[in-house]
């Protein structure tokens, strides 16, 4: 089964579950219309974001799915959108832009507090049609408190790699190659690649992919294991750091809440030395972020986003909901480790980098998702194939797609 026939099927699976699920929250009546909101927060996340909503006193509705892209692609082609959808990313929203589907959101939020990389923009099209809600930090590796990773770089047996996921699978592989792409050839390099102005076939990307399925290809059971294993370890345990028999996990911020208990027993550090092929300088950071924009025209849905954007309302998510915010106004928050990532978030001396594939056009996204999971299949395969046939499907792109500017940037 492709990923595009398994995005499909779960995405009817979804609608069919939202259809015969109560999803309004308390506070909303008959006589008032609730704001309605995708967005890819679910379980105990979806719990601290509905309470940080309950404190606004608009009333709304919030779905929550691991599969935000097909599940709004599907509700619009329905001629029902969301009035607010939150995507990990800003690809598909410029898309979306660009069929003039977006409302502007000037005055809803202050831009001065959202500075670089938060604030992409893309050849003619508005530059107020989105604002993070909610970042994550990149280009780190965790390990256990005190147990510092040995040699460098660190061997396949050293690392935690899971490529499974409830919605399009492949991404954690993506984010490898993304990492090495930007550390090997730096940030100037790394954005042409990510914004389609550098072809997939070109030694910066077939040099770091090759590294990668090098890694890869001295233990293919090892790899192959890692393509069926939940990137957020065994249900009901404590992340693959504490229970998939590793060391070593290249994964973002948001690892830490899939410790559970064991939360306070991790550290990071910096992912350029460990890569294969290293150790390389650290270059940049590649950073993400979930970014809200506005299909709904009512007063409601516009006030909800200027809560939510607000330094206010974005540090009190960050403090209960366990993230961080883009807000340069919102203080950094408490904890060594949760300090560690504020400070790289706001190092003026190392650019951050939106995730690429969060910038890429759904299509040639899905392609470069593909290619990874046939190289950890295959991970001896010859690597110039894979990537000449995501250049196929980035060469079919229209004409006219809009491409992003300022997907890297030295923090404000």
């Known amino acids: 089964m492709t990923l595009r026939t398994r995005a499909l099927a779960l995405v009817l699976a979804l609608l069919m579950t939202a259809a015969g699920c109560g999803l309004a929250a308390p506070g909303g009546s008959d006589a008032e219309p609730e704001v309605t909101i995708l967005g890819p927060w679910t379980d105990a996340q979806e719990r601290r974001f509905k309470d940080l909503l309950d404190g606004f006193g608009i009333p709304y509705t919030y779905q929550g799915t691991a599969a935000t892209r097909e599940v709004l692609l599907a509700e619009v082609q329905a001629g029902d959108p969301p009035d607010i959808a939150i995507l990990p990313g800003v690809g598909e929203l410029v898309e979306y832009a660009h069929d003039r589907r977006l409302r502007s959101l000037k005055g809803l939020y202050e831009p001065a507090e959202y500075g670089n990389p938060w604030q992409p923009e893309a050849q003619g099209i508005a530059d107020d049609l989105w604002v993070p809600l909610k970042a994550d930090l990149k280009s780190i590796v965790w390990h256990r408190d005190g147990a510092a990773p040995g040699a460098v770089p660190a061997p396949l047996a050293s690392w935690c790699i899971g490529m499974g996921d409830d919605g399009a699978s492949g991404w954690p592989g993506s984010d490898w190659i993304e990492d090495l792409i930007l550390q090997r050839a730096g940030p100037v390099l790394y954005a042409r690649w990510a914004t389609g102005d550098m072809r997939w076939t070109d030694s910066p990307v077939a040099d770091a992919w090759a590294a990668w399925a090098g890694m890869l290809a001295g233990d293919p059971d090892r790899a192959g294991a890692m393509l069926l294993a939940d990137h957020r370890g065994p249900a009901g345990g404590h992340g693959l750091l504490f229970g998939g028999g590793c060391d070593l996990e290249h994964q973002g911020s948001f690892a830490r809440s899939f410790y559970g208990g064991h939360g306070d027993r991790v550290a990071f550090g910096d992912s350029a030395p460990l890569l294969p092929g290293g150790p390389y300088t650290v270059k940049a950071h590649e950073v993400s972020a979930d970014f809200a924009a506005l299909f709904g025209r009512s007063g409601p849905a516009r006030e909800l986003i200027r ?13 209960t909901g366990g993230v ?20 790289r978030f706001t190092d003026q001396r190392v650019p951050l980098c939106l995730d690429a594939s969060d910038v890429m056009p759904a299509a040639v996204r899905d392609a470069f998702y593909e290619a990874v999971l046939l190289t950890m299949a295959h991970p001896a395969d010859p690597v110039a194939p894979r990537l000449a046939d995501i250049q196929k499907v980035q ?13 890297c940037g030295r923090p404000q």
């Open 395 to 407: 060469d079919a792109q229209p004409a006219d797609t809009p491409r992003l500017t300022g997907v």
């Open 324 to 343: 961080f915010s883009a807000n340069a106004a919102v203080p950094p928050k408490k904890g060594a480790v949760d300090e560690e990532v504020s400070r």
């Open 307 to 319: 809560r939510l954007a607000s330094r206010d309302a974005q540090e009190e998510w960050g403090r």
